[in-house]
């Protein structure tokens, strides 16, 4: 059998295959927040000139740069990859019936084995040395993609002072309120009758709940 260093280097790089996979879920949802408050931003804002419009602005500009950067790699993150895998089990299983049977009319029966050795560890050197190369890859990706991101959320927070205060600064606009009255018209009144004192009900003591186990098929109380 091939030495075990080289198979554990090959499963271990598909492990970290999936690990990756998985840290790319935090960045995606931030990136969609960012983006989603970019677009508010540009949307909202109504300057005016003046010295709040070119901090906003010159904020705004480092923010969707840093946002583009990040977007472009979080996509080299994950794109454009293969990973290697070892061969089909059916053809592992019928190359070392070759090597024994022309071992065998070669009269070196023993060499088979070590024939087949060698192969199998060779292709785990293959696939490791492809995997390891990607999985490389993309850590390094995804963390230019975090160090974007910490720009564009310091560039947003930035863009975010000169907003705010800009909407502090506008005048409310005056509300219009009309009242329209029919002129020689009395409004009708109505005499309400006394009310009758009410009767107190006292309603009863309810039961108090009791504690429940935690099981399968627990269910909750049902709506009265």
Same mark, same amino acid.
């Given at each position: ?49 003046? /010295? ?8 705004? !500009?480092?923010? $969707?740069? +840093? %946002? *583009?950067?990040?977007? @472009? ?68 990706? /995804? ?8 720009? !564009?959320?310091? $560039?947003? +927070? %930035? *863009?975010?002072?000169? @907003? ?61």
């Amino acid at each position: 059998m091939p030495d075990a260093l080289f198979e554990r280097l090959y499963q271990a790089e598909w492990e970290r295959r999936n690990a990756i996979q998985g840290d790319t879920s935090l960045p995606l949802g931030i990136l969609a927040l960012l983006g989603s408050g970019l677009i508010v931003l540009l949307k909202e804002y109504d300057g005016n000139g003046g /010295l709040l419009e070119g901090l906003f602005w010159g904020g705004f !500009t480092a923010a $969707a740069a +840093a %946002f *583009t950067v990040a977007i @472009y790699m979080f996509v080299r993150s994950f794109h454009g990859y293969a990973y290697r895998r070892l061969p089909f089990p059916s053809e592992l299983k019928e190359y070392p019936d070759g090597v024994r049977a022309h071992h065998r009319a070669a009269e070196t029966p023993l060499l088979a084995e070590r024939a087949f050795d060698e192969f199998l560890e060779q292709r785990l050197i293959e696939a490791a040395d492809r995997n390891t190369e990607n999985n490389v890859n993309r850590g390094v990706y /995804l963390d230019q993609t975090n160090r974007a991101i910490i720009v !564009t959320l310091v $560039a947003v +927070a %930035f *863009t975010s002072v000169p @907003y705010s205060i800009r909407e502090r600064m506008k005048e409310p606009h005056p509300q219009r309120v009309e009242v329209t009255r029919i002129s020689g018209t009395a409004m009708p009144q109505t005499v309400s009758p006394t009310p009758r004192p009410a009767t107190t009900t006292v309603p009863p003591m309810p039961a108090p709940p009791s504690n429940y186990d935690e099981k399968v098929g627990v269910r909750a109380p049902r709506p009265k």
